[in-house]
């Protein structure tokens, strides 16, 4: 089946900058995107969600962005913090209520 | 409102070896999902009930896996025998489908060791 990647494994940022966080899915057919956060010892857990018929998304702190054209995701972190650090998911909804969850980026708040 | 809850949170097993794990969903949810996390990788869906039916299990190795949702409530995902390829961290998910919904709400995982 078609997959979702993510374009980093790792991202370093200092304690309050912005951090963004980037994700190409290849189904264009895909009309629900999800990004998830998921710390050490627990699971992913849902940050914000996007449908395929908005450009942009915003919530508390995070706002994700979408490029139909050319197939990409972004998630913007503001002011990151260190609760921050974890690793972050996003996922595509390819039928119904099926979801394909990419690789993955690492992404570390230094002080 | 408690979460997803599972148990065990850790196993360590020898291959051959049976393995069980167990996910109370959260109350109300209707949808449960089993999903296998490799190390580094994101999770990968094995089996999707409604209720107690299991509507998508394309992804689940039915040689060695089996699962079961009996009433529509807890669930039970098997392993026997178990491989050493096996060890991953085993996620429960749970949602209450309405229209357009799709938010999965995840439990902490059982990571199993498979000796």
């Known amino acids: 089946g078609e997959s979702v990647g993510l374009h980093l494994p790792t991202l370093s940022v200092q304690e309050g900058d912005n951090s963004i966080i980037n994700c190409a899915y290849s189904?264009?057919?895909?009309?629900?995107f999800i990004w998830y956060k998921q710390e050490s010892g627990k699971g992913p857990q849902f940050i914000i969600d996007?449908?395929?018929?908005?450009d942009k998304r915003q919530g508390q702190r995070v706002t994700v962005l979408l490029n139909k054209t050319v197939k990409h995701l972004s998630l913007q972190i503001a002011a990151t913090q260190p609760g921050d650090s974890a690793v972050y998911f996003c996922?595509?909804?390819?039928?119904?209520?099926?979801?394909?969850f990419g690789q993955g980026t690492r992404l570390t708040i230094n002080p | 409102e408690a979460g997803v809850v599972q148990s065990p949170r850790y196993k360590i097993i020898e291959k051959k070896q049976p393995v069980a794990f167990w996910c109370n969903p959260i109350?109300?949810?209707?949808?449960l999902y089993w999903y296998r996390q490799n190390l580094g990788q994101g999770p990968e869906l094995l089996i999707r009930?409604?209720?107690?039916?299991?509507?998508?299990d394309s992804q689940l190795p039915k040689d060695r896996f089996s699962a079961e949702r009996l009433k529509g409530v807890d669930s039970t995902l098997k392993i026997q025998p178990a491989e050493l390829g096996d060890s991953a961290v085993y996620l429960c998910?749970?949602?209450?489908?309405?229209?357009?919904?799709?938010?999965?709400?995840f439990g902490p995982g059982t990571r199993l060791t498979v000796l």
């Open positions: 109350s109300g949810h209707n949808t």
């Open positions: 009930y409604e209720n107690e039916e299991a509507v998508d």
């Open positions: 998910a749970s949602s209450l489908v309405l229209s357009g919904s799709n938010e999965q709400f």
């Open positions: 996007i449908r395929s018929n908005m």
């Open positions: 996922a595509e909804r390819q039928g119904a209520q099926k979801l394909v």
């Open positions: 189904n264009s057919a895909s009309d629900y």
